[in-house]
């Protein structure tokens, strides 16, 4: 992503704005998104996190220099992961699953309300050009054109703000461990895989996890970065739509 943002199109000055943007949105989405960890396992009764200090929003509990650094440069990375206990839960199977979840849909509200607050600027900027609001003026206007009524750069802030949280929520739910999808998927299919199957997949995830990574960087193919931009796109047009109707 680092490089990608380097090569685009642009002045210096628009590619430094962009990386800073960038920087800003990963540190702000990864810090909200290991909170969510930490506050909702003091909901359901441990306080693991929360005596550790990582029950906050200051980033500098979050962040893990590696995952940040290869977030960075391939575009998918990691925080520190927050640190339970699930024997204090009151109810251990809802409680895990809550918690595990709880970061994947802090993002998922951060990419619903960034996407909302494109589309505004995307029928305001339509509405001042005396363009319709529709399906192909929305697409060619967020993703072909800069704007001109409404400041580039807050299109291009909350633009990462929608995609890189879409990126996040998608990415944490593949069951591969120590992602969140892993712990779901443990509690969901564990008894029927069996604990040989769980302990191996546990064994082995971050080493699939980062071949996946490294593969998808080299070839060039993006199964995952294919199903986050129909995700963000088609929910950006959506609520466009919609506003449209409205005003």
């Given at each position: 992503?680092?490089?990608?943002?380097?090569?685009?199109?642009?002045?210096?000055?628009?590619?430094?704005?962009?990386l800073v943007f960038y920087i800003i949105v990963i540190v702000v989405s990864f810090s909200f998104h290991e909170f969510a960890h930490a506050f909702t396992a003091h909901l359901m009764g441990d306080d693991t996190a929360r005596n550790m200090g990582r029950m906050t929003?200051?980033?500098?509990?979050?962040?893990?220099?590696?995952?940040?650094?290869?977030?960075?440069?391939?575009?998918?990375?990691?925080?520190?992961?927050?640190?339970?206990?699930?024997?204090?839960?009151?109810?251990?199977?809802?409680?895990?699953?809550?918690?595990?979840?709880?970061?994947?849909?802090?993002?998922?509200?951060?990419?619903?309300?960034?996407?909302?607050?494109?589309?505004?600027?995307?029928?305001?900027?339509?509405?001042?050009?005396?363009?319709?609001?529709?399906?192909?003026?929305?697409?060619?206007?967020?993703?072909?054109?800069?704007?001109?009524?409404?400041?580039?750069?807050?299109?291009?802030?909350?633009?990462?703000?929608?995609?890189?949280?879409?990126?996040?929520?998608?990415?944490?739910?593949?069951?591969?461990?120590?992602?969140?999808?892993?712990?779901?998927?443990?509690?969901?299919?564990?008894?029927?895989?069996?604990?040989?199957?769980?302990?191996?997949?546990?064994?082995?995830?971050?080493?699939?996890?980062?071949?996946?990574?490294?593969?998808?960087?080299?070839?060039?193919?993006?199964?995952?970065?294919?199903?986050?931009?129909?995700?963000?796109?088609?929910?950006?047009?959506?609520?466009?739509?919609?506003?449209?109707?409205?005003?």
């Amino acid at each position: 992503m680092l490089f990608t943002i380097l090569r685009g199109d642009g002045d210096l000055m628009t590619k430094i704005t962009e990386l800073v943007f960038y920087i800003i949105v990963i540190v702000v989405s990864f810090s909200f998104h290991e909170f969510a960890h930490a506050f909702t396992a003091h909901l359901m009764g441990d306080d693991t996190a929360r005596n550790m200090g990582r029950m906050t929003l200051n980033p500098l509990a979050h962040i893990d220099p590696i995952g940040f650094v290869v977030l960075l440069v391939a575009g998918f990375g990691w925080a520190k992961p927050v640190p339970v206990n699930s024997r204090n839960y009151r109810n251990y199977r809802k409680g895990e699953f809550l918690v595990s979840f709880a970061g994947i849909f802090t993002n998922l509200i951060i990419m619903l309300v960034s996407a909302l607050i494109l589309a505004f600027l995307a029928v305001c900027e339509l509405k001042a050009r005396g363009f319709a609001v529709t399906h192909e003026s929305i697409t060619f206007l967020v993703f072909r054109v800069v704007p001109e009524a409404v400041p580039q750069q807050l299109f291009t802030l909350f633009y990462f703000f929608c995609f890189i949280n879409a990126g996040l929520a998608v990415f944490n739910l593949i069951p591969i461990f120590p992602l969140d999808g892993s712990h779901i998927f443990d509690l969901l299919f564990g008894k029927l895989l069996g604990p040989k199957v769980i302990m191996w997949m546990h064994r082995y995830g971050a080493f699939i996890l980062m071949g996946l990574i490294l593969v998808s960087n080299f070839s060039g193919f993006s199964p995952l970065g294919i199903v986050i931009q129909f995700i963000g796109k088609s929910v950006i047009k959506l609520f466009a739509l919609i506003l449209g109707a409205i005003f």
